[in-house]
């Protein structure tokens, strides 16, 4: 009996080692997985929503949007909350139709509809927000919870900026945007000889001289 109960506990402890190990090979996947997502809300932050936002706000130079923009930052503070969250309401309905396309069996389309409704309604968000904190933050509690969120923000962005992920999209970033620029200004300069191209047209077509 002596032997066999010594067999038995033998076996709980092998058992119990088993699954120690699978626990912190388990815990180990977690915690790279969620330092990846993590890593990758912080990417999205500094190099989704600033950009995204002075891209709109590059299209000041455009008069009717100027106007819009004036008007935007002039309304009062919960005017101006129910015009903050307006994007995300708007958007909503394309992110169920997205789903909608997803039980259709249709994922390119509607990975590529969640796509460009996540870009659309982040850009708009992010320069809305721009336009309308100094009447958000005239609402207290608005105030107290920013106030709050951005140093425990900060926090956790200056942790994840340690890990190999961060790392790892930093060096990605870095080689793609070398590989990007080339492409980039050639596009650019198409882009410019096509609208000078079509300015020219129009204007022979309209009868003006051309320049």
Known sequence: MDQQ???Q???????????????RVVLLILRR????????????????????ANALAALARWRLWARAEAL???????????????PTALLFPLKLFALF???????????????????????LVARIFQLTQPALMRIPWFAWAYERFIPWKEAVFAAIRQTWAWRYGRMLKARVKRMAEPAWRD?????????????????????????
Do not use: N
Not at 33 to 52: Q, Y
């Open 5 to 7: 109960s010594q067999e």
């Open 9 to 23: 506990k033998g076996g709980r402890e092998r058992i119990l080692d088993a699954l120690a190990t699978c626990a």
């Open 33 to 52: 997985t969620v330092g990846v997502i993590l890593a990758l809300i912080v990417l999205f932050e500094e190099w989704g929503w600033r950009p995204l």
């Open 72 to 86: 935007v930052a002039a309304l009062p503070p919960y005017l101006a909350l129910c015009v903050f969250a307006l």
């Open 101 to 123: 396309l997803i039980a259709k069996g249709q994922a390119m389309a509607a990975g590529a509809l969640f796509l460009a409704a996540k870009v659309v309604g982040t850009a």
């Open 187 to 211: 596009a650019k300069a198409r882009l410019a000889a096509a609208v000078h191209d079509i300015r020219q047209r129009a204007r022979a077509w309209f009868g003006q001289p051309g320049a």
